[in-house]
C-alpha cells in the first residue's frame, strides 16, 4: 500500500487534488497527467470519470495516479471529450473504495458526478436530515451530501439544482461537476480553497495548481473566483455568481507547504513567496552561524532565502532518500530501538563541529524536529538554531486539511521557549503571523484578516456547525533562545 | 512495476548493492534496511538469504526492498544471526526471478548463498565450459559461473573452493557469500566495485556504501581491500590476500553520480567531491549568469559548487516531482506530442528573462538534455549554459554498470560543439578528466590512472575476453561555445 | 473466474439462494456451510451480513463460497448470532461487486441488510418513480427498489416499512432481512420461489432448500409459506400475513432441474419426482433400445426412472469431467474446430453398435443436444433416442431465472418433430405437461394451475409491467419420430 | 489454491500425468486440452513446454490447467509444432513451483525438458553421488537426477546420453523428452506407469490414458510398450528397445481407481472392467438388500456391476456436490463439531428404513467409510453393507502413487472383520486378489504376478533402493460378516 512515509505523519495534509476538462479528445489522458502533478495532495486514491456524449464512465482505484491511470485497459474504458478526476487521502480497502471520487449517480435528470476539494462544516447536520427523509448515502464522506441535496431539489436544470444545494452547506469546497449539461467547476464564497482556470488549443481546464497546466501544455488564463461557478460545454463559457458577495479568505497555508513550489497561487509564485518568508525569518530571528541546511525537500526554498538575507551559506546538511515514497514498517524489535534513518540521512562530513541554522516549514507535533535536531547533533554540529516558515500550529483545520486534533499540536501545548527545549534546539523560532503576510505582500487586517489562517490564529471563517473548538489560540511568544 | 522514469534512462545505472551481516538477532531485519538504503543501486528487485545455524531460507521479489521485506510473514520466514542481501536491476516476470540475488545452491559440502555486484568480463567463456562438463545453469547472468566453479573444485573447503574460482574468473565483483563456514566479504584485485565493512555492537557489516552503515547505526571501519577476502565466523575475523597484487582501480564513476552524497566513497565525502567537480567546473569554463540551476537532484552538490566558486547564486530553476518513482507510460496519441513534464517542471516565475547555469552530473545519449534546455527556453530563459559534471562518457562500461551501447553514446558521436549545437545550449562545456582528478584532491598518472575510468577514456584495467571493444575515443575537445 | 461450463450456458440457471440464521455464535460460519450447500443456485458471487448487537458487517465476493467465506481473515470479521446470506450469478469487475447481495442501507432507524430470491417485474416502474423523488440507487439490480420504498416510508417500524414496501412490488421474492429488531424471511403471496424454515438447538434458520439444513445438521421445520413474514428475535418467533390470500404458484421447475436431488421441494422427493418423469416418460414416449443413458449429472434420476419402468439397462455412455467447473477457452483456432469434449467425453466401448435412450432435463437452445446426439454417432452408436424429462420450454422466465430470449429457445422455433431434425436424434420426446404435474401426484388444473408452469405455457401468474410478452406458445405436439 | 477435498485424503492419489505432441500447429492448445482430461491426475500444477524450432519456452502454474493454460497471454507465449506437459500433485509456494514440470535445463548439446509420471526408487543415492560431483539441484524431485545424468554422460547424441541415463535408474517412469532432435516418449522396462501413442493427422500424440486422445479427436494407435523408446521428429518414428526383456507389471490399480471409466487401460474398457469387478463382488459376497448405493462418483461402476449381477437395484443413496473441487476449511469452532456433510449428501428420502449395499473403489484410513456408513445410519438405513472393488490395501507404492505410510493404511493394522467394525457397517467384504485379476479376463501368476499388485500384496518387481519395506502383508480373511 503506497502511503506517506511516517516523518510525512508530522506534516498537515491536503486532503485532495481535483481536474477538470471539457473538449479535448481522449480527456482521459489529459486529467491523468494533470492528477499526477497534483498527486502531492493526496497519494492514496485517485478517480476519474468521464462523459461520452451518452455515457459515464469512472475508474478509481487506491494508490498512485502512475500504476493505475497509464494502464491501456483503464484508459481505454474512459473514452470522451470531458473528463474530471481528483486525488485524495483516505484508508484501504473494499470501504475506502466506495469513498474514493469522483462520486457519480444517476440522478432522474441524468448522469452527476463530482469531485471535490474542500470540508463541509455541517455535513453531518445535513446528512441527519437527509437520512430521515428517505435518502440512502453510499460513502461515509461529506461530498456526498451534495449529490443528495441536488438530487432531492426540486429546482429545474443541473446548475440551478447544484446551486440550491450549495446555498444549503457551509465550509470549504472547490468542485469540478460534469453532467450531460456540461462541466461546471465552482469555489465557496469565501474562496478557502484553491481552484484555476486554464486553456489548450480549444479546450477549458480547471485544475486545484497550476503545476497541473504547466504539465499538459495548457496556458493559466485566471482563477476561478470565491463563489463563482463556471459552466463549460459546446455553448461556450458562463459564469454565475449566486452567492451573497463576501470578503475572500483563501487559504495561506497553500503557500506554506501544500502547493508545489513551481505553482502559481492567488497570483504569486510559492516558490517566490517561500524565499520571502525565509529572508523575513533571517530578519526577524538572526543567529551566527556556519550553514544555513532545509530540511528536505519543503525547506529548501525558505531556507535559500534565509541563506541570502544572511549570507550564511546554504548546504545540503540532511540527504534525503528518495525511495521513501512507500513506508518502510520497521521489521523487528532489534532494529526499531536504533534511531533508523530511513528518509533522511546525516551529511556528517559537512555537519561536524559546525553551526547549523535548520529550516523547516512548520512545527506539527514536533516528533520530527525532535529527531532531526539528535540527528545534527549526533553528527556532530555544534549548534543547532532551528528556523520555522510559519507561525506556531495552535489549531486544527476544518477545511479540508488533515490535522490532528488540537491536543497533539506541539504549539497548542506550550510555549516557543518550551518547545525549543522540547526539541532540544539551542534556539527556535517561528515566522510572526504579521511576517508571513509581509512575505505575501500584504499587511495583515487583524479585523478582517485577508486570508484563512485560522490554523495559527483560531480565527475561523465560518462557523463550525459539526464541530466547535473549544478554546481559543494560547497567546505565545513567538521566539525563544536558551 | 517499479521501474525507473524515462528520463532516468538516460543515466548510467549501477547495477547492484549487497549488504552482509554475521551476529545479530534477526539479522534479516538489518539487511532490509541496509538494502533499502542501497535502494538507488538497483530498484527493480531484491532477495535476502538467512542462516539460521541449520538451516538456509530465501526470499527474492521483483520490486522495491519496502513492500517486500517491511512485510511480517516475509521477515518471520528469515530467522538466524547471519544474512546476506542483494538489490538489483532486471527485467520482469518469473524468468527473472530466478536471476534475482542472493543465488542459493546446495552443494555436496552444504548450503552456498552469493551476492554479486559487479560483472564477471568472461563469464560466456566459462560457462561453455562448465555446460560441457555436464554443470547445468538455473539463472542467465554470470554470478552463476561462479557458483559452478566452487561446485566442481576440488579443493577442501568453502573459502579454498571460492579462492579457486575466483582465480579463473575476471572483470569486477564485490561479493557476500554465506556457507555454514561463515560469511565472507571479498573484492576483485583492482577493487573496481565498492565495499566497505562496520560494526554494530558484536555485528560484523559489509556494504556497498556507508549509507548503509548509518541507516542501522553501524559505524564504519574500513573499506574491504582490493584483493582481499575477509571471513567472519564465531571464531572471529580473518583476512585472506590469495591474489598477485596489483595496483587498485576503483571505480571513478562512484563519486560522480552512483553513490549517495552522504556516503564516503574511498576515504571521501562524496557531497564534497561533487562541490569540488562544481567548483573546478566554474574554473575551467566560467559563464556571465544570473542564476546557477542543478538538474535535481544529482545536479544539486556540483551547482552549488559552481554557485559558491563563481559568486553566482543558486537558485531551483527546475523543480522534481516526488512521484516519478513509478514509471507513468503516457496514456494516448493527443498527451504523448505535448512535452509533457511528469519528472521535471520549469520555475517559470523565477527563469523568465534571465541567463541560466544549468548543471547535471552527466550526458549519457542526450535526449534528457535536450528537454531540460528547451524546457528553460519555454519558461523565457534568456540564456542557457549547459555545465557537466563529469568527462564526455565516451565508451561503455563492462564492470557492472547498465551503459548502452557505445553506438548511442552522445559523446561517442560527435564533438562538445556539435553535442551543444545537438542540445540547443548557449554554451556546453565538461569538466576535463584532469580537472575530475584535481576534485578528488589527485593528479591523474596517464600512464597508470589511479582510478577506472574507462567510460570517459576507453583505458579498460583489465581484458574483456566475451566483448570486444572495436575503437579507442573519439579525441575531443571539452569545451564548446556557440 | 470460476464461471459455468459452456455446455451450462444451455441450461435455465437459478438466479440466487439464501439463507439466514438468528441464535447461534458464530452465525455467520453456518450461513457460510449453509450457501456452500446452495451453491449450485449461484456460482459467481457470495455475501454474507452479520449484526453482532450492535454494529453490522458484510463481506461480499466474486467466486464460490469456498475460497472466500472459510478464510480465517474474512470470518474473523464477521461476528455475531444472526447472519444472513446469499450466492448469485452476476458479471465480473468493480461494477458487479456493488451488485452482490446481501444489500445493505444504514437507514435513518438503522441498519437494513436484504437477500433476495426471485426478481419483480415492476422494478423498472418503482425505480424511475423513486428516481425523481430524489432516491439515488447504487446497484442496477431489481432489489434496490425495496431498500428505498422502507427508506421513504412512514411507516412505524422496520417490519411495517417492509410490508409497505412489498405491497408495492409485484413479481417473486424470497426474502432474509436482517435489521436491529431481528431477522425477516417472507416469500412473495404466490410463493413462486421456495424458502425453508430449520432448526438447530436454540437457532432458527431460513433456506432456499433443504440441503443446507442438511450441511449444517439442522432439522427441517416447515416451508415459509407464500404470503407469509417470519419475524425471529430474542423475544421468539412471530408470523405476519399481511397480504391478500391468493392460490400459490411455486415454480415447477425446481424440481425439474434447479433444486439438487436430496433436497424436499414442497414437500416432495426431488430425487424421487425425477425417478417419477423418467417413468413417466418411458410409458408416454416407449422405445426398443439396448441401454438408456443419462446425461450426466442432471439426467441421471430421471434415466434411472425410465430404466426401471422400461427394464432396459441403465448405463453410463457419456463420462462427465470432474474438472469443469472452470470454463476452459478453447485455445487457438487450430483445436476449436475439433469437436473438442471438455466437460464430456463418450464411453465408446459401451455404446458402440448400440441402440441408445438418452435422458435430460430440458433443451434451451439445443447446442448441447446437438453435440450430445453426435458425440453418441461418433462412438458408434446404432440410433439416439433422446428422452426430455421436461415440456418443452417456450417461454421466458421473469422470477428469478435467466433465460434467454424467446426467441432463441429451439422449443419456441420449431416444432418437437423439426427439433429431432435438428438435433438429428432417432427420435425426440419431451414429456407432457400433465405428465410432469403427475409425477408430481397432481392433475394439472388447466384454469388454475397450481404451479408456475410459465416456461412450459406462457401462463404467467403475475403481470409483467416492465415486460410484456407478445406472444403466446405456439401449439406444439410434444412426440416426434423421425 | 485448489486441493483436493479433505475426504480424498482418504484415497491414493495418482501423482502425474504426461502429454507429448510433435507436428502440429499450435502444438500447446493441444496439450493444454490433453492435460485438462488428465486433470484427475495431478491438480495442483501443470506445465507446458514448447520447442519452436529454435527455441524452447515454457510456462508452469500452480493451480488447474483451465485458469492458467487457457488464457491468450499465456498460450501465445508458446509457440511451436511439438510440445509436452505435465499434471501434477505438490504443494504451494515458490519453493513448489520450481519443482513443477516439465523440467528445462540448458545443455551443452541444447535444450532439454523431460515429464514423468512415476518414481525412481534409487533417486536419493543417484542424487548424492551426482552432487558430490559438483552437479547442482535446482528442484527436490527425483526426476532431476535424469537431467543430470543425461548432462553428464559422455555419450554422443541425446537418445544415447538417455539411454545411458535410465539404465542407472530403477522404479516406475512413462517420461515424455522434447529436445531438438525431436520428442522421446518411453515407458521403464516393467511398464509400471501407462503410456499410449495416437494420431491426429500428420501429428503423433503420447499420453498417459486415452482420454486425453479423446478430447482433442486423436486416434488411439496403441501402447508405448514397457522397455520402449519411441523417437518422433520430422523424419519419421523409430522405436528402440535398449533394456534387457523382462516380463511386465503394469499397475493393476489403474484399473481400480486412477484412470477414468472412459479410458481404455492396457487394451481393456476400464468402465466395464470396473463392472467385472462389482459383479465378481455380487459373486464372492452376496448380501439381500434393497438397494445397491454407489459411493460417488467412483463407486458408480463396480455399483452397477453388483446391481446387475444381483438383481439388486442400483439408486443414488448419496447426492455428492458439484462444488468441493476447492477444499473447504470449516470455518469454526461452532460448525467443526457437526457432522458437516460437504461432499456428499445421504438421499435420506431414499435411504429411510432400507437395507443398503454401499459400493467403494477402496480402502485406505478408512476415515471416509466410518463417516459414510453413519451417514446411512443417521438417514434411517436399517442395514448398512460395504462391498469394496478392490483387495485391502496393505502397502505402500513407491512407484508415483501417494499413498499413506503403511502404518496408516487400515488394512495394514486389521483384519477384515475388525475392520467391519471399525467402520460400524453391518458386513464389509473385498473382492479377492483372484477375483480382481478374473475380473481382468485373468488367472493371477501367483510366481510372477501379470501385474504390480505391491499394494495388495507386498509384491515389488524392483528393489527399494532408497527406501526398504520392513514387514510383509498380513495374512487376511477377506470377508468378515457379524
Sequence with gaps: MLTTNPFDDDKLREECGIFGI???????????????????????????????????????????????????DVMRKLPG??????VRYSTTGETALRNVQPLFAD???GGF?????????????????????????????????????????????????????????????????????????????????????????EATIFASETVALDVIGASYLRDVEPGELV??????????????????????????????PDSIAEGQSVYEVRKNIGAELAREAPVEADYVVPVPDSGVPAALGYSQASAIPFELGIIRSH???RTFIQPSQEVRHLGVKLKHNANSALVRGKRIVLVDDSIVRGTTSVKLVQMMRDA??????????????????????????RAKLLAAQMSVAAMADYI???????????????????????????????????????????????????????????
Tied chains: 1, 2, 3, 4.
Design 231 to 260: 459552466l463549460v460545454n459546446d455553448t461556450g463559457i458562463r459564469s454565475y455568481r449566486p452567492f451573497e458577495k463576501v470578503a475572500p479568505r483563501p487559504c495561506i497555508f497553500e503557500h506554506v507547504y501544500f502547493s508545489r
Design 380 to 405: 556532530g554540529a555544534r549548534e543547532v538554531h532551528m528556523r520555522i516558515a510559519s507561525p506556531p500550529t495552535t489549531h486544527s483545520c476544518f477545511y479540508g486539511v488533515d490535522t490532528p486534533e
Design 113 to 201: 458526478a463530482v469531485a471535490h476539494n474542500g470540508n463541509l462544516s455541517n455535513a453531518m447536520k445535513l446528512r441527519r436530515t437527509l437520512n430521515r427523509r428517505g435518502s440512502i448515502f453510499q460513502s461515509t464522506g461529506d461530498t456526498e451530501v451534495i449529490i443528495h441535496l441536488v438530487a432531492t431539489s426540486d429546482r429545474g436544470n443541473n446548475l440551478d439544482k447544484l446551486t440550491d444545494a450549495l446555498k444549503q452547506v457551509e465550509g470549504a469546497y472547490s468542485l469540478v461537476v460534469l453532467t450531460d449539461e456540461g462541466l461546471v467547476a465552482c469555489r465557496d464564497p469565501l474562496g478557502i480553497r484553491p481552484l484555476v482556470m486554464g486553456k489548450l488549443g
Design 22 to 72: 471539457w473538449g479535448a479528445e481522449n480527456a482521459a489522458s489529459f486529467v491523468a497527467l494533470g492528477l499526477h502533478a497534483l498527486q502531492h495532495r493526496g497519494q492514496e486514491a485517485a478517480g476519474i470519470t468521464v462523459f461520452d456524449g451518452k455515457h459515464f464512465h469512472s475508474h478509481r482505484a487506491m494508490g498512485h495516479v502512475a500504476g493505475n491511470f497509464d494502464r491501456d
Design 323 to 325: 525511495y521513501v515514497g
Design 81 to 86: 471529450r470531458t473528463a474530471i478526476g481528483h
Design 424 to 482: 532540544n534546539a539551542d534556539s527556535l523560532a517561528f515566522i510572526s503571523i504579521e511576517g508571513l503576510y509581509r512575505a505575501l505582500g500584504e499587511e495583515r487586517d487583524n479585523n478582517q484578516p485577508q486570508r484563512c489562517d485560522a490554523c495559527f490564529t483560531g480565527n475561523y471563517p465560518t462557523s463550525l456547525t459539526d464541530l466547535t473548538e473549544k478554546e481559543g489560540a494560547p497567546s505565545l511568544s513567538l521566539v525563544a533562545s536558551r
Design 107 to 109: 440522478l432522474a435528470q
